[in-house]
């Protein structure tokens, strides 16, 4: 069982930047692959970034390559997304998700962050 919060969010405007956190409880955080999704007000939720077990892979979408950079500290159970060069489209709740074998199932998830981005 993993439990995962999110902290991080608020509101900033266009070029800024924010840090996310996700701090997990469970003994085994490092077996899990770990993801960040969003998700904007009448939008399906998308997947932003990913992370390898020991932090050695990740993914990113490609709305995100090259201002996102997804990080983990294993020892202190939390991932890291840090958000450059925000933009307002940018703007959505972020969730931080868990998975055991797959970067497309994902077992645990957060209860969100807001990001709002002002133009």
């Known amino acids: 069982q993993v439990q995962l919060v999110e902290s991080g969010g608020g509101s900033v405007q266009a070029g800024g930047s924010l840090r996310l956190s996700c701090a997990a409880s469970?003994?085994?955080?490092?077996?899990?692959?770990v993801g960040w999704f969003r998700q904007a007000p009448g939008k399906e939720r998308d997947f932003v970034a990913g992370?390898?077990?020991?932090?050695?892979?990740?993914r990113y979408a490609d709305s995100v390559a090259g201002r996102f950079i997804i990080s983990r500290d294993n020892g202190m159970k939390k991932v890291y997304l840090q958000m450059n060069s925000l933009k307002p489209e940018d703007t959505a709740v972020y969730y931080c998700?868990?998975?055991?074998?797959?970067?497309?199932?994902?077992?645990?998830w957060g209860q969100g962050t807001q990001v709002t981005v002002s133009s």
């Open positions: 998700a868990a998975g055991r074998d797959s970067w497309r199932v994902y077992d645990y």
């Open positions: 469970g003994r085994t955080f490092s077996n899990y692959l």
């Open positions: 992370i390898s077990y020991s932090g050695g892979m990740t």
